[in-house]
């Protein structure tokens, strides 16, 4: 799968807002700041494409980006900035489960973990909680230019081993760099053949 046109589609708090045209929709979420606006934009070679920052906590928004005008990619707000108000953080997660749950254009989730940390208790129930909707969804690892490959490996095995206290069956695990593009085309391939059996 080769991006050749990305366009910006529109900004939503809610389903009904979404753009017009059913297309398949490929969702990006994970915790604030783990780079999930950065990949969206190294994915589609398109530098300003999605707001990024340092200051965790910028994409407040459903943001759809429409590639190749035929599907789309989605930005989510992110969750579990802890500086971030109760009520603001409360409504960040209205919009956030009411798109995941109810979008019936919604195809796959792409659950952003930085590939420094032991993933954490809030991605775990974040992930259970697709398991219990049934939403498909694979995990794609970011921020791979600061591990070695041996640190990576060693990282992501753990990872595993936190997630088979949950899950007997490992979900689809990708690794990212938005810095060096390391991963995408993997990532796109994926996509690719997701998008041939629909
Ligand atoms: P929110 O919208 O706040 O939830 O954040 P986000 O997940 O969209 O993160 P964003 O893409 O805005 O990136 C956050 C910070 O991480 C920025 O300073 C990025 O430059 C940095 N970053 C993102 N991806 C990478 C990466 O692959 N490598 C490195 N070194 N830095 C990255
Ligand atoms: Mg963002």
């Known amino acids: 799968m080769k991006i050749s046109d990305a366009q910006f589609a529109g900004s939503s708090t809610k389903i009904s807002e979404k753009p017009k045209r059913r297309l398949s929709e490929f969702a990006f979420i994970g915790r604030s ?39 789309y990619l989605v930005d989510l707000p992110g969750y579990g900035y802890a500086k971030m108000s109760k009520t603001e953080k409360a409504k960040l997660t209205t919009i956030i489960n009411n798109y995941i749950i109810h979008s019936e254009e919604l195809i796959q989730l792409f659950v952003l973990v930085d590939c420094r940390h032991d993933i954490q208790q809030i991605d775990i129930d974040f992930i259970n909680q697709l398991g219990s909707n049934q939403i498909p969804f694979s995990i794609i690892y970011t921020k791979t230019d600061k591990l070695s490959q041996t640190a990576l490996n060693k990282q992501i095995e753990k990872n595993k081993e936190i997630l088979s206290e949950w899950w007997e069956e490992m979900p689809l695990m990708f690794t990212s760099s938005s810095s060096t593009g390391n991963g995408c085309e993997e990532i796109l391939e994926y996509i690719g053949s997701v998008l041939k059996t629909i």
């Open 33 to 71: 700041n783990v780079g999930k606006s950065s990949l969206i934009n190294t994915l589609c070679n398109k530098k300003k494409l999605a707001k990024t920052s340092g200051t965790p906590g910028k994409t407040r928004l459903i943001n759809h980006f429409l590639i190749n005008d035929s599907w």
